[in-house]
């Protein structure tokens, strides 16, 4: 609505003159007026054609100055003037009354989505919720992995006394033990037989040196033998070559000896020299031996839990020694073999960095891996050098490896109350490759109890590949945690199995 009519502007600048307008018709004749007082000397007029001659007159006198006439009437309006400078706003004018509501415009344009908000406060936690019903039974899981020895339990109470059982077979024959005290004196003895021969009496000086016997001809040589490989020298032990040799060094001192006429037994320093080469190669052999058929132990390892099964099939599960770069045995590392899975490899992590307890971790978010919490670190298996890892991913064909997530109040793999795993766990490999849902190396879930989101359950990955490059498992990247105030998350790190 316009305002009030503001008040009048100062006048404009005088607009210049306008342009002459038509002559207008002649007017009729007015009445003569009566005699108006002399007016002004008008302007000299046009030059009159010459008169005739006149007469002088008298000088009249100058007459005075007549009165100022009437204003004229007001002339014709003239054009518009040019417009004048913009006078100063008005006062505004009172609000006038609201209109009536104008017609619905037709829908915009769709606008750009505005980037996501700030995240809200945690809210109060939530009453506790009626406890559901009991789910159906699920199927029947895979067969674990044998687990750890557990430690030593407290002794139990006292049973009762079981039946007499059979009698058992001989055991081993037991270390012979530590020797009594003399006991007392006997009666004396009836006489005993006659003893044996006593010892030879000392050596007696050195006959005469003999003639020299003629020289014997030279013997042809013999064909050259096969290489000094491991095989061929337990092919010798085999054939006897220690008892042969140890027989042969034998006779021919006992050659020597009758060749001197000498009747008595050997001398003691050459008897200490054979006795010296025979215990070599009496090592020899052990040692020998012991690389064909090693028993997995520190001082005598294998190369993998295969070639030891392979050498002593009744052997069972357990701890054993290994070499795999076939080296010096001070670098031999000790392994877990799981014989029953075939004979598998199986390399433990570090106790201290492979596994916690669930718990709540209220200064970590949502994206970050595990080692780069405030209390996380990189899961380790400083127990196996590089060195024996490399060789031992050079003698397998596959490894195996399982990770165990448990949860309190968050998933691990599939969340039931979005249908969705936005937020499941990844784990990363050995190689920085991640193992994630959707992607190409997606890990085999071998239970998932965390997908309600229990008060307390656990989800079982495993990983298993012939890229041997990619195990075992550094690092992970826990699911959903955080969203509700109880939410708590731990983990257990399996060995890592080659075979």
Known sequence: MPGQVGSRGPPGIQGPDGSKGDVGDK????????SGSQGDVGPQGP??????PGTNGAEGEKGPKGVKGDLGPEGPVGLPGAPGPLGRPGTPGNEGPRG??????????????GPPGLAGPMGIPGTKGDKGEQGPKGDKGYK??????????????????????TEGNMGLKGKQGIRGPPGPNGPDGAVGLPGRDGPNGDKGEKGELGPSGPEGRQGEAGPPG????????????????????????????????????DENELPPEYTDGLEEIFGSLEALKIEIEQLKRPIGTRFNPARTCKDLQMCHEDFPDGMYWIDPNQGCSKDAIEVFCNFTAGGETCVLP????????????RKASYGDWFSEFKQGYTISYSNVGVVQMTFLRLLS????QNFTYTCSHTSAWLDTDSDTHDKSVILMGANEEEFAYGTKYEPKV???????KPDKGKTVFEIETTKLHQLPIIDFLPGEFGGEANSRFGFEVGPICFN
């Open 27 to 34: 007017g009729e004749r007015g009445k003569t007026g009566g």
């Open 47 to 52: 030059r009159g054609p010459p008169g005739p």
């Open 100 to 113: 009536p509501p104008g017609p619905e415009g037709i829908p915009g344009e769709e606008g750009i989505i």
């Open 144 to 165: 674990g992995e044998i687990g750890q020895t557990g430690p030593e339990g407290p002794p139990g109470e006292k049973g009762q006394q079981g039946t007499v059982g």
């Open 226 to 261: 096969p290489p000094a490989t491991i095989e061929n020298l337990q092919q010798l032990v085999d054939m006897g070559l220690l008892e042969a040799t140890r027989q042969m060094m034998r006779d021919e001192a006992e050659r020597r000896r009758r060749a001197a006429g």
């Open 350 to 361: 570090d106790e201290e960095y492979s596994q916690e307890p669930s718990r709540a971790y």
């Open 397 to 400: 064909a596959s490894a195996r």
């Open 446 to 452: 071998i239970k998932d109890g965390c997908k309600n």
